[in-house]
């Protein structure tokens, strides 16, 4: 990790909805996530540091009621934790940056060509546009 804070100056950064998701693992409901029906071009970023953790290219319709992507941006952008929280096992998924919490990986995406729906949190991210060429006049 290289953006280290302390509890107080999270609280301080974020919104209370970013804090309860990023920061103490919590869920949004299902259906309500902004960023559930985004479908423009662009990075999705961690919603704590900034970092790029999902390119739009990979987001697809799950149906989950989150936003879902097949891939990281790359291999280095996210980790997988073993979550044995709230009766199952399931695997976590970290800002590599700051630690914060993203979501689950699932390998249930076989119609996906990983097989993996990176199952996010829309209060985790945000969408950062691909800027657009201006046109010649």
């Not at 902004?34 to 990979?58: P, Q």
Request: with cysteine; hydrophobic share 30%; proline share 5%.
């Amino acid at each position: 990790m290289t953006m280290q804070l302390s509890d107080d100056e999270w609280k301080q950064k974020l919104t209370p909805e970013q804090y309860a998701s990023l920061r103490q693992k919590a869920t949004e409901a299902p259906f309500t996530g902004k960023l559930l029906n985004e479908h423009g071009s662009g990075d999705f970023v961690c919603g704590a540091c900034g970092a790029v953790v999902f390119k739009s290219d990979t987001k697809f319709e799950s149906g989950s009621g989150w936003p879902s992507f097949y891939d990281p941006a790359n291999t280095t952008a996210i980790k997988l934790v073993e979550d044995k929280s709230h009766g199952m096992v399931r695997t976590e998924v970290a800002c590599v940056n700051c630690g914060s919490h993203l979501g689950h990986m699932f390998e249930d995406a076989v119609d996906q060509p990983t097989g993996k729906r990176y199952c996010i949190n829309s209060s985790c991210l945000q969408f950062m546009p691909q800027e657009t060429e201006p046109e010649d006049s």
